[in-house]
């Protein structure tokens, strides 16, 4: 295994952040209403690594360290798990396990479709994020994995419905995910190697 002691890391920082909110729960310092303030936290945080993950390409090309790739498989699991965890958390708090409930619900807030079909495609990157799936779809691995581009646009739509009162928030993770999928045109990705190449140059010439 290579860089086992940043996986490690990795591993335990994210851990640690829902642990972290549970023990928030457990302590009542979660606001007045608990459940729904971990349904949000929860999908944030998905969001948040789905960006990490797919940031993890182009600062290998900008820093030229295998390390960034070598963890893109571990937090795209950590978001597929912090989405399951995201729709575990409303089915329990927001419908109460009322499935009843969940087609009044779907017929009035379609951003739960939304937000649906960007779990199902997780699942189908979880499932198949394995060297076995790889060699078994051969080239159709990349192109079915280039669905991430398309989950996060799915992402991104769920939250505008959800904080549509809030813009400004939503703006900033779009304007995010806006840069990453800039960094993954070809002509641009091709830029960041040169811009790593002429840093070392610089530095090598300063000293």
Same mark, same amino acid.
């Given at each position: 295994?290579?860089?086992? $002691? ?8 994210v851990? !640690? ?17 608990p ?11 998905? #969001? ?6 797919? *940031?993890?390409? &182009?600062?290998?090309? $900008?820093?030229?360290w ?14 597929? !798990? ?41 699942? *189908?990157? *979880? ?6 799936s790889?060699?078994? $779809? ?13 989950? $996060?646009? #799915? ?9 549509? *009162? ?7 993770? !779009? ?15 091709a830029?960041? &190697? ?5 840093? !070392? ?7």
């Amino acid at each position: 295994m290579r860089f086992p $002691l940043f996986r490690l890391m990795v591993f335990i920082v994210v851990a !640690a952040v829902p642990l972290y909110w549970l023990y928030e729960a457990w302590a009542f310092a979660l606001g007045p209403d608990p459940g729904k303030t971990l349904v949000d936290r929860l999908g944030l945080g998905a #969001l948040v690594l789905l960006f990490i993950t797919l *940031a993890m390409t &182009p600062m290998q090309k $900008l820093t030229g360290w295998s390390g960034w790739i070598v963890t893109r498989r571990q937090l795209g699991l950590w978001c597929f !798990a912090f989405v399951a965890l995201h729709l575990t958390a409303y089915c329990v708090f927001i419908l109460g396990l009322d499935w009843a409930q969940l087609g009044v619900e779907l017929s009035k807030r379609p951003y739960i479709i939304v937000g649906a079909l960007g779990f199902i495609g997780l699942l *189908a990157l *979880a499932l198949t994020s394995n060297r076995y799936s790889q060699r078994r $779809l051969g080239r159709r691995w990349k192109k079915l994995h280039r669905a991430v581009y398309g989950i $996060l646009a #799915l992402g991104l739509l769920h939250m505008l419905w959800v904080v549509r *009162a809030d813009l400004k928030e939503w703006s900033l993770y !779009a304007l995010i995910g806006a840069v990453l999928m800039c960094l993954r045109i070809p002509v641009v990705a091709a830029v960041l &190697p040169r811009i790593r190449t002429k840093s !070392a140059n610089t530095v090598i010439n300063a000293q």
